[in-house]
């Protein structure tokens, strides 16, 4: 139903800015809601940020609140995460992950995910 790509990961030194950007296709969004999560390797899957396509509201992990910024662009289809001053215990493999329904910081109730991308963040 629908299909995501995650772009924009890659190296960045601490303290600067990453985009990362999760396009869908497939069917529209409209009352879906989005989300990305990280994993970095021999950790657990962890919550970054959700978005509730139609409504726009957003929720953040407290690690990166303050930080990072998820957003939409309904022409594009695209859901974004703008990472500002990233920090080392950042780095991890990033996803999008969607579901039709409420946003929720819990990976197992999306049911839509993209491949991930690579985030590395040096000190």
């Known amino acids: 139903q629908v299909q995501l790509v995650e772009s924009g990961g890659g190296v960045v030194q601490a303290g600067g800015s990453l985009r990362l950007s999760c396009v869908a296709s497939g069917r529209t969004l409209s009352s879906y809601a989005v989300a990305w999560f990280r994993q970095a390797p021999g950790k657990e899957r962890e919550f970054v940020a959700a978005i509730s396509w139609s409504g726009g509201s957003a929720d953040y992990a407290d690690s990166v609140q303050g930080r990072f910024t998820i957003s939409g662009d309904n022409a594009k289809n695209t859901v974004y995460l703008q990472m500002n001053s990233p920090k080392p215990e950042d780095t991890a493999v990033y996803y999008c992950?969607?579901?039709?329904?409420?946003?929720?910081?819990?990976?197992?109730?999306?049911?839509?995910w993209g491949q991930g991308t690579q985030v590395t963040v040096s000190s």
């Open positions: 992950a969607a579901r039709w329904g409420i946003k929720s910081d819990s990976w197992v109730r999306y049911d839509f």
